[in-house]
């Protein structure tokens, strides 16, 4: 059964750097997508980045310029480098991956438990 677990999550003073990482485990054939969301107190979940298999990446507006995600295949691991980090990036992180599995023919996203990133000012 395919898991994700996030770990990296801590706590950070504004302007510094954290690093998440995301590993992807079970019974996986292929990875597509994979990328964080996040989700403040009283907020609605929003993106933060995605990237493909091939390297392709989006980015949400809020993160943009500060903030890096990549991936190891082999490790079937995402990262999110985050940078210059503001009070306002506090919040859970979660990673998602869509997975194909060995044993089915339909590509599902699965979600991590999520990791909590909190930043003092």
């Known amino acids: 059964q395919v898991q994700l677990v996030e770990s990296g999550g801590g706590l950070v003073q504004a302007g510094g750097s954290l690093r998440l990482s995301c590993a992807a485990s079970?019974?996986?054939?292929?990875?597509?997508?994979m990328g964080w969301y996040r989700q403040a107190p009283g907020k609605q979940r929003e993106l933060v980045a995605t990237i493909t298999s091939s390297g392709s990446t989006n980015y949400g507006d809020s993160v943009k310029g500060r903030f890096t995600i990549s991936r190891d295949n082999a490790k079937k691991t995402v990262y999110l480098h985050m940078d210059s980090l503001k009070p306002e990036d506090t919040a859970v992180y979660f990673c998602?991956?869509?997975?194909?599995?060995?044993?089915?023919?339909?590509?599902?996203?699965?979600w991590g438990k999520g990791t909590l990133v909190t930043v003092s000012s």
């Open positions: 998602y991956a869509n997975i194909l599995q060995y044993t089915d023919s339909t590509w599902i996203n699965y």
């Open positions: 079970g019974s996986i054939f292929k990875i597509s997508i």
